[in-house]
């Protein structure tokens, strides 16, 4: 929890320093390597998700370190391979900036995979402190970097496309030292370790297309607003999703820090916690979209030029609430039992009825709040399918909070994008207080200690 609170507020303020102090072009460009970056870790073609689903259950000393080693080589050839085609790409089919662009992505090919890898090795085996670590070397080192780049004035993304990679290779250092076994070693030869590689890629497949279909959503409507309304549009849009995404980033670290315990867990003990969590979790969520509020008038003083992405951040903030509560809950459990095949069912479906709509919207009806209303009905849609998945798995079944959230998320858009932030404020606050009332049971048992501990 600490190292995401220092994750999340070193996103914080590179998502307010970076903009004030580099043009919109520069910032487009920024997020348009941004955008492609988090895209690579498709190449390990589900190897590293693999390890989080086949060996989350043991502990450091008990992990097979020669043929994790020698799948890691592997991996690492292939990534090379691929890195090295992309720069020959860049080298003879872009110019100027594109050709930049090209380059860091072919860096980051290498870099974040093996990233991915590095912090898996503390997730699958619990060793939560190690991978708290990592994540604020990474973070700490990118925010001082890019203070050093505005201090000297510096307005070209190249350099800090490179400082955001230099303060991943950092982490990756710390963790290559608490984990030498994992990177440097005897190998066993390709033929020894192929059964194992291919089990590893076969379940690690299904999970790694179930969350890059689930995120390519995203990725997806921001590629036809690139392609649409062109490159300055795109900038504001992705300024709306990296300020969600920095608190999107908080929630992630708790469904990591949860899956390792959930899956030691017995099965008779996972249905009661579900509950529990479930409705905390969706209670702290809805009451937390009022610091749109005031957040929404912070940025709009300290950065008017991204005022369009204030309002788009309206709408995109319930779409954080059903993310959220996917991420920490319903995928956990789903990965705990074993429905992968499940989940990338649901984010291949809605990924399509997503497609439909954006390409509706950007090309029929040329509406960007379209496009922003219908990634909300396709996020909130996939949420409910998979909660409704789980519930049957663990016998449960939360349809009355189902329809509050919905009503809650419809009733806070309209007011966001109707009133002004004071009278929204105020109207959201009393709605907030009267919810409050309404669940007080569970305000109570928040109040008093939140989720017990299980007997």
Same mark, same amino acid.
């Given at each position: 929890m600490l190292a995401q609170v220092i994750s999340m507020a070193c996103g914080f303020l590179l998502q307010l320093l970076i903009p004030k102090f580099i043009d919109v072009q520069q910032y487009a460009y920024w997020q348009t390597f941004v955008? !492609?970056?988090? #895209? *690579?870790?498709?190449?390990? /073609?589900?190897?590293?998700?693999? /390890? *989080?689903?086949? #060996?989350?259950? !043991?502990? !450091?000393?008990?992990?097979? &370190?020669? &043929?994790?080693?020698?799948?890691?080589?592997?991996?690492?050839v292939c990534l090379n391979f691929f890195a090295l085609i992309l720069s020959g790409c860049g080298l003879f089919f872009f110019e100027n900036e594109n050709k930049e662009l090209v380059f860091l992505i072919a860096v980051s090919i290498l870099i974040k995979n093996v990233f991915t890898y590095a912090s898996y090795s503390f997730q699958i085996t619990n060793r939560i402190k190690n991978y708290a670590v990592q994540v604020i070397l990474h973070r700490v080192v990118y925010l001082l970097g890019a203070v050093v780049l505005i201090w000297g004035d510096v307005n070209d993304f190249f350099w800090f496309c490179f400082i955001e990679m230099f303060g991943e290779f950092v982490a990756i250092c710390y963790a290559f030292s608490c984990n030498p076994d994992l990177y440097i070693g005897k190998l066993t030869t390709a033929k020894n370790v192929l059964v194992e590689l291919k089990m590893n890629v076969l379940a690690g497949l299904m999970l790694m297309v179930a969350n890059w279909t689930g995120n390519f959503m995203v990725a997806l409507m921001r590629l036809v607003v690139q392609n649409k309304w062109g490159m300055l549009t795109f900038g504001q849009v992705s300024f709306s999703f990296s300020v969600m995404q920095i608190f999107l980033a908080f929630i992630m670290a708790a469904s990591i820090a949860l899956f390792p315990s959930v899956k030691r867990m017995s099965s008779d003990v996972l249905p009661r916690l579900y509950k529990k969590m479930r409705d905390c979790s969706s209670f702290i969520l809805l009451c937390a979209m009022l610091l749109y509020f005031p957040v929404a008038y912070i940025l709009r003083l300290w950065l008017p030029k991204y005022e369009m992405s204030v309002a788009f951040l309206a709408v995109l903030l319930p779409v954080m609430i059903y993310s959220a509560k996917l991420t920490l809950l319903t995928n956990t459990y789903l990965k705990a039992y074993r429905k992968e095949k499940m989940m990338m069912l649901i984010n291949v479906l809605c990924l399509l009825m997503a497609s439909v709509l954006f390409v509706f919207s950007a090309y029929l009806i040329q509406s960007m709040n379209f496009i922003l209303y219908s990634t909300l009905l396709v996020m909130a849609i996939r949420s409910i399918i998979s909660e409704y998945v789980v519930e049957k798995i663990v016998n449960q079944r939360v349809v009355v909070l189902k329809i509050e959230e919905l009503l809650i998320s419809i009733t806070f858009v309209l007011i966001a994008q109707n009133l002004s932030l004071f009278d929204g404020f105020a109207v959201y606050a009393a709605l907030t207080v009267a919810y409050c009332v309404y669940k007080r049971n569970l305000v109570m048992q928040i109040l008093h200690g939140g989720l017990k501990k299980l007997d």
């Open positions: 955008l !492609y970056a988090n #895209y *690579v870790g498709i190449l390990h /073609f589900g190897l590293l998700d693999g /390890f *989080v689903l086949r #060996y989350s259950q !043991y502990d !450091y000393e008990q992990l097979d &370190k020669i &043929k994790l080693r020698t799948q890691f080589f592997i991996l690492l």
